[in-house]
């Protein structure tokens, strides 16, 4: 199982999405899950951020761009093939004032690419084209924003990336989310990741699941190939 494992805190090892991230890999490393692992840093690699001449390359046909209009988005696609590359999609990310971090919001720009991970269809619609992949979201929330929270209305993160990934075909992403974390009592603090690591343990088996099914289905196949050759 190829991974494309995207972390997003400014912080280090005092980061708790980096943790739980990590935490949720090796947990799935326990359900006997073979993993192949492409790991980026956005807040060390981050992505140029949308300029004009990136705006212009990326809406030029391809057989159209220049040397330089190509140059401009060498990083963006490479960025796409890695997405597209992976079998599953796991970020990680804190809530900075309500929404995510502006290096993962680069990130996203330089990942939704039209004719790369989405497509026009000939009726006019889009397409995006990241149906195939597992998606899990690992985000920590400093307030408390589960529903019945006074700042419920407040949690512009999770709709921000439902609308970004389901734009380019992700119609079922997993959410964990830690909260609450910074403003909140020692007790509560321990609350909330304990609730976190204990849904990403869930998270792994069913991933793990998945796999091994998909797995034991393809050896079926290989024998009930190999019994008929045999057979002719």
Known sequence: MKIMHVDASAKRERSNSRALSRYFLERLCEERVDLEVD??????????????????????????RTAAMNATLAASDALCKRLLAADALVFAMPMYNWSMPSAFKAYIDSV??????????EDGHTVGQLVRQKVLFIT????DLRAGSPYESMDALTPALKAAFGFLGVAEPTFVDAQPL??????ARAEALERARTELV?????????VHATADALTADT??????????
């Open 39 to 64: 790991y980026l840093d956005v807040t060390v690699d981050t992505p140029p951020h949308v300029t004009e001449a990136f705006a212009i390359a990326t809406y030029t046909p391809t057989g159209e």
């Open 112 to 121: 939704t690419r039209t004719g790369l991970t989405y497509v026009n269809s």
């Open 140 to 143: 920590s929330r400093g307030a």
């Open 182 to 187: 910074q403003f909140a009592n020692p007790e």
């Open 202 to 210: 869930e998270v792994a088996a069913n991933w793990a699941k998945q």
């Open 223 to 232: 024998n009930n190939e190999v019994m008929t050759l045999c057979q002719e």
